[in-house]
């Protein structure tokens, strides 16, 4: 989020300093990492327009970076109740979707869907390249005037020297802002991914929704390396985010069960595991605000990355608004 921001601001013309406490492509946070998941399916029209803009900002930065950093596949939304699924918000929006049976599903994709569950396909859906989209930022942002230090970190905003303060810290981000008065109320978790082996053609990304809350309980997508990308989504215990974390050996098994009884042509032994920080408000929006000269652009609650370029664009506007 802050090198998208960057970017947005230097191609304005401002000039912008990027502070990064480790370096670009550290796994310390919530960025690092082969894929991500980019989706227009959301349950509220309001996250699908977000998100269409954001796919507008990722052709944009594909271009400025010559990159191919979007990958789209499609996404599989597997729910109970068609009602719950993203079908309203999407038909609200006039994007383009398909609802099928268990059985059709079955017929057309190698996933083990429910008996009497249905299945939301929306086409543009899949993965973006995370690593190569964040170099992407940072190099565009850097082309345009903007100047990074890595190994910076910064232990107060005070002792930072400009007259606007851009925060996009995740979960250091509270640290930083409570000296200043603002209040971050955010939960911190770490988070457990794992990779399995997938040959042949990509799949869609899938995502199986909660019924009671339509939030997303389980998840896949596609890994550049391996085949397939896997996770329990909001599952993991809280953290610090200055500890080294190692994945949990719990999730990791309910993910690889999960794999094991969706896919039906994957080994659902894990070949490797890794984690990612969650930094997560009550109601998993996110926060966008300016207070004086400081900016607060996080957290984003586990589900921000596909929406990089759009809430660049939004803290860009804040900071010179």
């Given amino acids: 989020m802050g090198a998208a921001t960057a970017w947005r601001l230097a191609r304005r013309g401002h000039d912008v300093e990027i502070h990064e406490q480790f370096h670009i492509g550290h796994m310390r946070g919530s960025s690092h990492g082969r894929s991500r998941i980019v989706r227009l399916a959301y349950p509220e029209p309001e996250w699908v327009e977000f998100a269409e803009q954001a796919f507008a900002g990722w052709r944009e930065l594909e271009a400025e970076s010559d990159e191919r950093l979007l990958e789209l596949y499609g996404l599989l939304e597997l729910v109970g109740d068609p009602a719950t699924s993203s079908r309203d918000a999407l038909e609200a929006r006039g994007a383009e979707y398909e609802l099928l049976e268990a059985e059709a599903a079955r017929a057309r994709?190698?996933?083990?869907?429910?008996?009497?569950?249905?299945?939301?396909?929306?086409?543009?859906?899949?993965?973006?390249?995370?690593?190569?989209?964040?170099?992407?930022?940072?190099d565009a942002a850097a082309k345009a005037g903007a100047k990074l230090h890595e190994s910076s970190r910064v232990e107060?905003?005070?002792?930072?020297?400009?007259?606007?303060?851009?925060?996009?810290?995740?979960p250091w981000a509270g640290r930083l802002l409570e000296p200043e008065g603002i209040d971050l109320p955010v939960k911190v978790t770490r988070e457990t991914v794992a990779y399995f082996a997938l040959d042949g053609p990509p799949l869609p990304s899938v995502v199986r929704l909660d019924p009671e809350t339509r939030d997303h309980a389980m998840y896949s997508l596609r890994d550049p390396v391996h085949g397939l990308k896997a996770g329990a989504h909001h599952a993991g215990p809280e953290t610090d985010p200055d500890e080294d974390g190692l994945p949990d050996l719990g999730l990791l098994d309910q993910i690889s069960v999960w794999v094991g009884e969706t896919y039906t042509d994957v080994d659902p032994e894990p070949l490797g595991a890794e984690t990612c920080v969650y930094t997560t408000t009550a109601d998993e929006s996110f926060v966008l605000e300016r207070h004086g000269r400081i900016v607060v652009g996080s957290?984003?609650?586990?589900?921000g990355f596909k929406f990089a370029p759009a809430v660049g664009d939004r803290l860009a506007k804040l900071a010179t608004g």
Avoid at 112 to 130: K, N, S
Avoid at 158 to 170: E, Q, R, S
């Fill in 109 to 138: 994709w190698p996933i083990a869907v429910p008996d009497g569950w249905t299945v939301l396909f929306q086409p543009e859906a899949g993965i973006v390249r995370a690593d190569l989209a964040w170099q992407a930022f940072v």
């Fill in 156 to 170: 107060a905003l005070a002792d930072l020297d400009a007259d606007v303060v851009v925060v996009t810290a995740g």
């Fill in 299 to 303: 957290p984003c609650s586990g589900h």
